[in-house]
């Protein structure tokens, strides 16, 4: 069995059980997970970990932390606290037709992908977002292509780069780091 817990911000936030064989991972929650993880004796060795079975054990966890913390995509779009202008931006530019292009280079998917990014995190600028969008709401940039050329206009490349301050804010945000142990079955 292993036992995953997931450390954010110096509390503990989830933890996952992960048996040997087909069962399902569960969740337990802080009292079961240190019960389990109390040692019955003090004086108890520690003991090899297996050279096999730990590492799928994990990636069990792993994958049950993924779906536990994971807002599944209807919810992400029901949530999208942009303005009305940032939504209308999003659905053009997420239209299949605009994303899957067959005109479209790997550069020009690159692009389109880095702005929904953009939009999607609130990073337009509402300026640049009122002109996107009067842009867009012309009948003449109807064509996917059209849709890239007013996207490339209207959008600073700045925009795409991370600022030193961003930079800094991110060596200081807090660290996920993921505390896992190996149970031995006892005798």
């Given at each position: 069995m292993n036992l995953s817990g997931f450390e954010n911000n110096t509390t503990l936030d989830k933890f996952f059980?992960?048996?040997?064989?087909?069962?399902?991972?569960?969740?337990?929650?802080?009292?079961?997970?240190?019960?389990?993880?109390?040692?019955?004796?003090?004086?108890e060795t520690r003991q090899p970990i297996p050279s096999s079975g730990f590492y799928d054990l994990l990636d069990k966890n792993k994958t049950a932390f993924l779906a536990a913390t994971t807002v599944e995509s209807d919810q992400a779009e029901a949530s999208f606290r942009g303005s009305p202008t940032?939504?209308?931006?999003?659905?053009?530019?997420?239209?299949?037709?605009?994303?899957?292009?067959?005109?479209?280079?790997?550069?020009?998917?690159?692009?389109?992908?880095?702005?929904?990014r953009l939009i999607d995190d609130g990073w337009l600028p509402k300026p640049t977002s009122k002109k996107l969008a009067a842009s867009l709401k012309n009948p003449e940039n109807l064509h996917p292509l059209k849709v890239l050329g007013v996207l490339r206009h209207a959008i600073k490349h700045e925009l795409f780069h991370a600022s030193p301050a961003a930079h800094a804010s991110q060596a200081l945000a807090p660290r996920e780091v993921i505390l896992s142990s190996f149970l031995v079955p006892q005798p």
């Open positions: 059980l992960a048996p040997t064989g087909h069962p399902p991972t569960v969740e337990l929650d802080f009292l079961t997970a240190a019960r389990i993880l109390k040692p019955s004796d003090v004086n940032d939504s209308f931006i999003s659905k053009r530019v997420k239209d299949k037709a605009v994303r899957l292009c067959p005109q479209f280079t790997e550069e020009d998917e690159e692009f389109v992908a880095k702005v929904i």
